[in-house]
């Protein structure tokens, strides 16, 4: 915001975090879907009806 204020962030520059493996992959996948889920599933809905009602995945594309 053009030096208005500054955000001072609570980590060190050098932090470098723990491998995790795939159990710590599976979790963080977990956490960002349960975050995500509620803004992208009213637009997930909208087009997967719109491409139910169509009867076409591609849109401009004429069915021979």
Known sequence: MMGLY?????????FKPKQGGICGSFLLGLLFGVISSPCATPV??????LV??????LYEV???
């Open 6 to 14: 500054e955000v001072q962030v609570p980590i060190k520059r050098d």
């Open 52 to 57: 139910a009602g169509k009867g076409q995945v």
């Open 44 to 49: 997930l809905v909208v087009l997967l009806t």
């Open 62 to 64: 004429e069915s021979p």
